[in-house]
């Protein structure tokens, strides 16, 4: 490619000299580029963020006008029970977000990265429910958690006896079910990103450190994993954002029940906007979720910008 | 590195190989079992897709099928309706990609090559805003669709689709249109070329691959989104196939059969779309995190 930069042949006309020194660029010119996606962005997504936060403050019905009310639908909401069980769910997937993908997607990747025949197969195998859509995983899964389903099914198989399990209908239990249905989901992605991370870890490190006598663990631990620290930061990064936007199996396995014990932020502020139309304190339950959000997103743009310092 | 230190491996030659030989023998036992365990929810739909109602309730969900149904299938296009959830998808997700792809492959053109007041809070923002719960977004979007007569209609799913991942494909992009050589561009202005024709002419050609990797990784998103499907269009025939499948869902309650039948139809693009294009697929998303 550093031929193009090669000067032209000495034949050059005087037509040709002219543009011998390089086009100024014009000031406009970026923002001739940006407009259009600028525009798009701010009107559907900029825009919308920041009126979300101003309709949380009225009383908007989506009918009459909207008035000002102050923090009275936050006041509500520190105050109902639901929004509790919704915020205590969230924390559950969070913390299962960010533990099991983490261990079984580094364990998995650790073995594929040894590139054994066979690999990508395998590989492709655990990623492919991040293929299929939420709404699929969710109506498979709701039918095997079923009480007459194939999980209860398989237990009796083994050997288990009594009343089959209520694995979306027991509340001490729902919120894992459907945990369990996204983890399965979230493991290849985990798995995927810890594979490219591997990628970069320079083998010559680990094989010199295993020539000085450290045995295969010391120097995971000591040699690989340090190397990993900045995928991981991205991957709990991503993982709990993803935790955080928990909609769509909730709302196609259980929509939040039995008596929302399954709900989450996500789902309470979508029963609450689109099916009581309380709009201004669905917006509260949103502001509520994009304000967490907002300190992991900051967190992350600080560290991109690090690496943005380095350039 | 075992050549620098020849005396420190005395091993004979053929220990590496059966070692070797050994390491894949326990490889193959250990992940054709768990392979086979995580991919159950896939084996079982499969097989109680083809099977005939009566079937299943007398037989149980384990049992292996009777006869095999294929009309089931059939019932689930025709009757489900999936036929024309499957038309609306594509419909959506095509031109939500070209817009999107389009227009982020100019604002990561701009935020990569030239330096100005705010180029980076503008990247930032884009790279934020594409990280946002959808929440937060959800009201004012259901209002603005309304506002413009857009609400009900497959444009709205079109647009707000290809806006909103606008800011996820200007991070990758932005990021990639940096590594090409500045040489490049600087060749190409002393010719006299302008920006926009550097940008048809040079970047676009070059930044290919990763237009690849996105358009993988963003059909599949768009394709698969619920959320905004269930929110902006209510009609049934206007509905793409993730709230259509919720539909189908419901009109076939305890039709395990059909529902699992429109289900297989449903995951045939982006699995079609995953098996040939893995590796750009696993580009897009490694390249949209990792840095």
Redesign the interface.
Known sequence: MATMATPTPATTTVAEKKTRFPRRTNWWVPYAFLAMPLILYFTWVIGPMFFSLYMSFTNADGISRMDWVGFRNYRRLFNDDIFWVSFWNNVRWLIAFITIPIVLGLSLALIFNNDLPGTRFFKAGFFSPMVVSSVVIGVVWSWMYQPYGLINEMLSQLGRDGTPIGFLSDPKLVTWSIIGAGLWRQVGYVMLLYLAGLKNVDTTLVEASRVDGASAFESFRDIVLPLLRPVTVIIVVISTIDALRSFDLVNIMTRGGPFNRSSVLAQMMYIEAFNNYAMGYGAAIATILGLISLVLILYYLNRTMKDEMEY | ?ATT?PS?HPAPRTAPKTWRRV??AL??I??VPL?LV?????F??LL?SVRSLDDITVN???AWPRSFEWGNFQEAWNTGGLSIYMRNSFLIAIPALF?CLG??S??G???A??E?RG??F?F??????S??????????????ANELNLYDTIWVLI??H???Q??FC?FVLRNFI?TI?G??F??????????FMV?RQHVLPLSLPSLAALATLEF?WI?????WA??LVQQNKLKP???G??SL?GEFMQA?NI??AG?LI??VP??V???FL?RY??QG??MG???
Do not use: H
């Open positions: 590195m230190y420190t390491r894949i490889f193959y250990c992940m392979l995580w991919l159950t929810p896939i079982m739909t109680t149980g969900p384990l817009i227009f982020a100019m604002a053109f701009a935020l090559r030239f100005f180029s980076k503008l930032f923002m884009f790279v934020g805003g990280l946002l719960p959808f929440q937060i977004l959800m009201l004012p979007v259901y209002r603005l647009i707000f290809g806006s909103f606008i800011g200007t940096r050589p040489e490049i600087d060749a190409a202005r002393m010719d006299g070329a302008t920006d940008y599949t394709f698969n989104d619920y959320l269930l929110i196939v993730t709230t499948l919720a869902r395990y529902q699992f289900t449903a995951v982006t699995v779309l995953f098996m893995q697929f696993i998303l490694t995190s990792g840095k």
